[in-house]
């Protein structure tokens, strides 16, 4: 989009290695319970069901998220539409990038909506995302037209983005409020798009700038479109999906080793691989699942910062220490909302469709350092857009134009907490983050809840009490996060003799009586995350899944193996100082707040 920066030309890293999918080895696949759905799955997540938060850091973010939303006046959203179609309009312009309409974030907005409604029963949010859907109907009816790109001049026919966007949000809406006039207006759209949508698919680089700054963002259409045939079971959604896979790109991480998908748009691109995942199961071809697998292996090793972010200046990075020179020149570091939701969309297929606990580390990273870190959004649209991680000193600032993109995701990314803690196997819960929640599922018949209590990561111990209706055998597991090392879990004060691997799902296999509990361990310590292998001695400090930042204050750091010997506790918690200079503090990344300076990555100095 033209607000959008021009792209730094840089990198991907290490050799990637062929991925081996290793759940049919420790797992037994759950049948296909959805028409159109090929795909083996082994675990299922929640749906936005049966899932609640509890009080904690991202209960509070979901409810400040709600509330904003929610306030945004009707009349306000609508009125480009209603203008564009020459209806009575009412209210006042959006402003920034919402000026003409709200096209480019109003299908996230109804999706975030619909899934609040899901997630916790919430009828006024459904509501108002029905009221804002008839409305937005009632102009597509009127003028044919349903979405704009806020660049007039390329025409009605480029307007991918905001068309895929809204296809989600109307999914959402048959999908999460069962709204029949969603699934018209649904069947609508694709007929528009069948027949009006430019087919032209040039990949968004420096090379094809206009590609990008035309919102022609085509790259989550086959996700969407999937999606949607996997709830109707309607062929055609199925064959205008398949036009927009974008097999030349998910082919190279099945392909080669080392990629070269350097100066590529950095969300797209990561984004995209949710069509991948989508493409694996409506066909079951499992060279997609091979690429989401390896892209998602090469993304950590190549791409990722320590906070889980990726794309400087938006674009993806070669493998000659581009990573680390980026934090010389850069302070859009990682687009956050938006880049928060394609990792959470794709580490959940990958855990859906593997098996494999050490997906949901990546997932975890950006939950603390990613969207977890974020400010909330501020009047007028305001929103963190970029995360800044520059070596000369960084803040947290809002963007300088109203409703960008991440205004879209933000929403998504809030209410998808509900949606990312807990996955069901077969006879089995998987515990995947450690977050203050309840789930409510059914084994045998009979209902089981399973509260979870908890300060992590303050802490590193969480407590879950069983609830079953009666005494029942089932597994709940938990996942091992790869930075821990002596995880340990006791049931009911006992210590139990069980696996608790880095990288694996840790397993309790028993007879479950009401208030059983259920104590899991997981030991952190602070340690040295480079950069790149490229730039050894450039670092960020991390505290298990937590990154630490630092106030501006300019401190030599010695050159020293254990970090330990630089970093000790403050007085417990995640508040840290320097042995060498007391008044350097160190806290957690997402405890910073707007436009306080802080220092994330370091250069080791020898001593």
């Not at 402003?95 to 096209?103: C, F």
């Not at 430019?198 to 990008?212: L, Q, S």
């Not at 050159?559 to 403050?570: A, M």
């Amino acid at each position: 989009m033209s607000t959008r920066r021009d792209f730094v030309k840089m990198v991907a890293g290490a050799s990637l290695v062929p991925a081996v999918v290793r759940a049919s080895q420790v797992l037994n696949p759950m049948p296909a319970k959805t028409a159109g759905f090929a795909a083996k799955v082994y675990l299922e997540s929640f749906d936005y069901q049966g899932v609640r938060l509890l009080d904690g850091m991202l209960k509070a973010q979901y409810d400040r998220t709600r509330e904003y939303y929610y306030a945004i006046p009707d009349d306000d959203i609508l009125k480009g539409f209603r203008e564009r179609a020459g209806l009575a309009a009412p209210g006042q312009a959006m402003g920034g990038w919402a000026q003409e309409s709200t096209s480019g974030v109003f299908g996230q907005w109804l999706s975030g909506m619909a899934r609040m409604y899901k997630a916790t029963g919430d009828t006024q949010m459904r509501d108002k995302a029905a009221l804002l859907m008839n409305g937005w109907g009632e102009a597509f009816r009127k003028d044919g037209q349903p979405v704009t790109s806020r660049r007039k001049e390329l025409g009605a026919s480029r307007v991918h983005y905001s068309y895929d966007k809204t296809v989600c949000g109307l999914v959402d809406m048959a999908k999460y409020t069962n709204d029949k006039d969603a699934a018209a207006l649904l069947d609508r759209m694709v007929d528009w798009g069948s027949m009006k949508l430019d087919r032209v698919r040039i990949p968004a680089t420096p090379e094809f700038p206009e590609a990008f700054h035309s919102g022609n963002e085509w790259y989550t259409l086959s996700e969407n479109l999937y999606r949607a045939y996997v709830l109707t079971g309607d062929p055609k959604y199925k064959t205008f999906g398949d036009v927009w896979r974008y097999d030349s790109y998910w082919q190279k991480f099945v392909d080669q080793s080392n990629p070269d998908i350097h100066s590529l748009h950095a969300y797209s691109h990561v984004n995209t691989l949710s069509s991948a995942a989508m493409s694996y199961a409506v066909t079951g071809d499992p060279k997609y699942l091979k690429g989401i697998v390896n892209a998602h292996d090469y993304f950590q090793r190549a791409q990722c910062y320590a906070t889980g972010g990726y794309g400087p200046g938006e674009g993806l990075v070669s493998n000659d220490g581009a990573l680390g020179r980026s934090l010389e020149r850069t302070s859009d570091n990682f687009e956050t909302p938006c880049g928060s939701w394609s990792i959470f969309k794709l580490s959940k297929y990958l855990l859906q469709f593997t098996g494999e606990s050490r997906f949901g580390d990546w997932m975890e990273r950006v939950v603390y350092n990613g969207i977890g870190a974020a400010l909330p959004m501020a009047p007028g649209g305001r929103t963190l857009y970029y995360s800044d991680y520059a070596l000369g000193g960084c803040k947290k600032t809002y963007y300088s134009a109203a409703w960008p993109c991440c205004s879209g995701t933000y929403i998504q990314d809030a209410v998808d907490y509900h949606d990312i803690i807990y996955f069901k196997g077969d006879r089995s819960l998987h515990v995947n983050l450690f977050i203050p929640s309840q789930v409510t599922w059914r084994v045998d018949g009979s209902a089981v809840q399973v509260k979870q209590v908890t300060d992590f990561p303050v802490s590193d111990t969480t407590a879950l009490t069983v609830q079953p209706e009666k005494p029942l055998k089932f597994a709940l597991k938990f996942r091992v996060p790869g930075w821990t090392d002596g995880a340990w879990v006791s049931v009911n004060g006992n210590r139990q003799s069980i696996e608790c691997r880095s990288g694996t799902w840790a397993a309790v296999d028993r007879t479950w009586n009401p208030g059983d509990r259920i104590e899991i361990h997981l030991p952190m310590k602070l340690a040295f995350v480079p950069i790149d292998p490229q730039h050894p001695h450039r670092i960020a400090a991390v505290y298990g899944p937590v990154v630490l930042v630092r106030d501006q204050e300019t401190v030599l750091v010695p050159d020293v193996d254990d970090i330990s010997k630089w970093i000790v506790s403050k007085a417990g918690g995640l508040e840290f100082h320097a042995e060498n200079r007391v008044t350097a503090g160190f806290v957690p990344f997402y405890q910073v707040r707007a436009r306080t300076g802080y220092r994330m990555y370091f250069d080791l100095e020898p001593v």
